[in-house]
T-cell receptor, first 118, second 114 residues
Framework: GAVVSQHPSRVICKSGTSVKIECRSLDFQATTMFWYRQFPKKSLMLMATSNEGSKATYEQGVEKDKFLINHASLTLSTLTVTSAHPEDSSFYIC??????????????FGPGTRLTVL | SQQGEEDPQALSIQEGENATMNCSYKTSINNLQWYRQNSGRGLVHLILIRSNEREKHSGRLRVTLDTSKKSSSLLITASRAADTASYFCATDPSLYGNTDKLIFGTGTRLQVFP
């Protein structure tokens, strides 16, 4: 099956620093990737939709200048949390949309990145 | 919020029993999917049911969809301790066209005791 990786899996940083999270589709090309945020024991909230070669589409209430998304290639999207603060601490999950020759499409999720801002 | 609701929020059962989780959503949809998440991990896709389907099976999983009630249920039969996880429904709202944008429900935490 299709595999999506995220790096790093866990990061701890000081308040005010920026953190970059990578999302890679390992064995398929993904024209669309999605970034989600999940608080403890809560559901996933879609933050933005990332399309290769174009600007990301952010959900209402998500600050685009705070959460910078770059989809530089068909296998890589990055999320940069700029000037991180403790309230940005969360579990960030990406997903990648695969379109198979059969025409079916499925989203595959990465294992997540736990961000802790001190 | 467009987020769907799931009930129960938490469910504890013994191995061998069946577990039923329900999901309600708010908008018309292209499809509805169920995912599983072990604690602190990513999501695993379980099953997808399209808006024109009413029931689907996959192994010990049975999913139903009632678009008139905007609801779905996930039944896990003969549960095992390894089924312990959080289960989420996710809808692909048709009002956005076919974008594969997923709206997740609030989730059900299932605990299966040996």
């Amino acid at each position: 099956g299709a595999v999506v990786s995220q790096h790093p899996s866990r990061v701890i940083c000081k308040s005010g620093t920026s953190v970059k999270i990578e999302c890679r589709s390992l064995d398929f090309q993904a024209t669309t990737m999605f970034w989600y945020r999940q608080f403890p024991k809560k559901s996933l909230m879609l933050m933005a939709t990332s399309n290769e070669g174009s600007k990301a589409t952010y959900e209402q209430g998500v600050e685009k200048d705070k959460f910078l998304i770059n989809h530089a290639s068909l296998t890589l999207s990055t999320l940069t949390v700029t000037s991180a603060h403790p309230e940005d601490s969360s579990f960030y999950i990406c997903s990648a949309r695969a379109v198979w020759p059969s025409g079916t499409d499925t989203q595959y999720f990465g294992p997540g990145t736990r961000l802790t801002v001190l | 919020s467009q987020q769907g609701e799931e009930d129960p929020q938490a469910l504890s059962i013994q191995e061998g029993e069946n577990a039923t989780m329900n999901c309600s959503y708010k908008t018309s949809i292209n499809n509805l999917q169920w995912y599983r998440q072990n604690s602190g991990r990513g999501l695993v896709h379980l099953i997808l049911i399209r808006s024109n389907e009413r029931e689907k099976h996959s192994g010990r999983l049975r999913v139903t969809l009632d678009t008139s009630k905007k609801s779905s249920s996930l039944l896990i039969t003969a549960s095992r301790a390894a089924d312990t996880a959080s289960y989420f429904c996710a809808t692909d709202p048709s009002l956005y066209g076919n974008t594969d944008k997923l709206i997740f429900g609030t989730g059900t935490r299932l605990q299966v005791f040996p």
